[in-house]
């Protein structure tokens, strides 16, 4: 957060708030990554009470199950009255077949990866946020954070986007096999849910904006590469 000579020695908000935005001098690539690395925050807060991280659909829609990363949903639709009946099991509680059928160890120990990934990923945010807004304000202006919060800032920018999406691949690569032959229905049909592909996009392109520089710098030298080709 750079600081306009108009206002010496200022810290960021305080010249903000005495000269406006033409005070301060706006760094584009920066305000995007704390932009998009606060929504990223909020969606994971989001994401981590969803039970659509993945879904299975059996016997044209009449029985289905959405996978959350405690819990799975059971819907189950009425043909005659259109109404559906559902229940909320938490993997801890699943017992004799509804563990065969639902592989809710498997997908306990994959929900808790994820949980994991986001932890880690929100912890580095909540610092980051934490010591720029304390810094914006004029408070941590010591020797240490003068001279190596650029660095923490950019080890948290990395860890807390690449993380997720580390996380969210093998979680789809965890996916268990749901074709057995205790399923009494016919064989679902299933795959990754909307909360899954949801944070994928999101947490792909907010490591897009973390890695601008070297993405630019790749693009560029394998430019020149095949201009001299």
Request: overall charge negative; charged content about 20%.
């Amino acid at each position: 957060m750079a600081e306009d000579s108009e206002t010496d020695e200022l810290p960021f908000f305080q010249s903000l708030a005495a000269g406006g935005l033409g005070a301060v001098d706006i760094d584009k690539w920066k305000t995007a990554k704390y932009g998009f690395g606060f929504i990223v925050f909020i969606y994971i807060i989001i994401a981590m009470n969803s039970n659509s991280w993945y879904s299975m659909v059996f016997d044209d829609d009449i029985v289905e199950f959405n996978f959350g990363l405690n819990e799975v949903e059971v819907v189950e639709s009425e043909e005659d009255d259109g109404f559906s009946d559902i229940v909320v099991i938490d993997y801890s509680k699943c017992y004799d077949q509804l563990e065969v059928i639902l592989n809710c160890e498997e997908m306990d120990t994959s929900g808790n990866l994820i949980k994991l990934s986001f932890l880690i990923s929100i912890s580095c945010l909540a610092t980051i946020f934490s010591i720029s807004i304390c810094r914006g304000f004029g408070k941590l202006d010591n020797d240490f954070f003068n001279q190596y919060f650029e660095n923490i800032e950019k080890i948290g920018f990395v860890l807390s986007s690449s993380i997720i999406v580390v996380g969210l691949l093998i979680y789809a690569l965890m996916m268990p096999s749901f074709d057995h032959p205790y399923v009494q229905y016919e064989l679902p049909s299933s795959g990754l849910g909307s909360t899954w592909w949801m944070m994928f996009w999101l947490s792909s392109l907010f490591t897009v904006i973390v890695f601008n520089k070297q993405l630019i710098l790749l693009i560029e030298t394998v430019s020149a590469k095949l201009n001299k080709e």
